[in-house]
C-alpha cells in the first residue's frame, strides 16, 4: 500500500519561513511525480508545486519565487522550502504522488499538514 506522510507545518509570522517533508512509502518503483497541493476549507485543493524524477519543477504563479522544491528519489522523499510567508498561504498542505500502476496513473495523497501564517 502507498502512503505518504508529510511533517513540518506549524506558525509562522509573515515573512517567515517553513520546510515541509514528505516521505512515500510502499509500491514506488514507477513514480512519475511528486508535488505539493493546498487547501482552505470551502475552496477547491490548488497546485503548489510539482517535480519530475528528473529534477523538473513546475511551480504555481502565487509561488512567485519564494518556494522551493526538491526530491530525494533514493529515499523517495520530497520536500517544500517556503521563503516570505505570507497569510494568504494559511492553508493545510497535502503531498501527492503520482504513480505508474499499469494500465492507469494513479495519484496518492498525505493526510495534510496544517500551515498557519499570522500577519
Known amino acids: 500500500q502507498v502512503q505518504l506522510v508529510e511533517s513540518g507545518g506549524g506558525s509562522v509570522q509573515a515573512g517567515g519561513s517553513l520546510r515541509l517533508s514528505c516521505v512515500v512509502s510502499?509500491?514506488?518503483?514507477?513514480?512519475?511525480?511528486m508535488g505539493w497541493f493546498r487547501q482552505v476549507p470551502g475552496k477547491q485543493r490548488e497546485l503548489v508545486g510539482t517535480?519530475?524524477?528528473?529534477?523538473?519543477?513546475n511551480y504555481a504563479d502565487f509561488v512567485n519565487r519564494r518556494f522551493t522544491i526538491s526530491r530525494d528519489n533514493a529515499k523517495n522523499t520530497v520536500d517544500l522550502q517556503m521563503n516570505s510567508l505570507k497569510p494568504e498561504d494559511t492553508a493545510v498542505y497535502y503531498c501527492?504522488?503520482?504513480?505508474?500502476?499499469?494500465?492507469?496513473?494513479?495519484?496518492?495523497w498525505g493526510q495534510g499538514t496544517q500551515v498557519t501564517v499570522s500577519s
Open positions: 501527492r504522488t503520482k504513480i505508474w500502476s499499469p494500465p492507469l496513473e494513479r495519484d496518492y
Open positions: 510502499g509500491s514506488t518503483s514507477s513514480i512519475l511525480s
Open positions: 517535480i519530475t524524477s528528473g529534477g523538473i519543477t
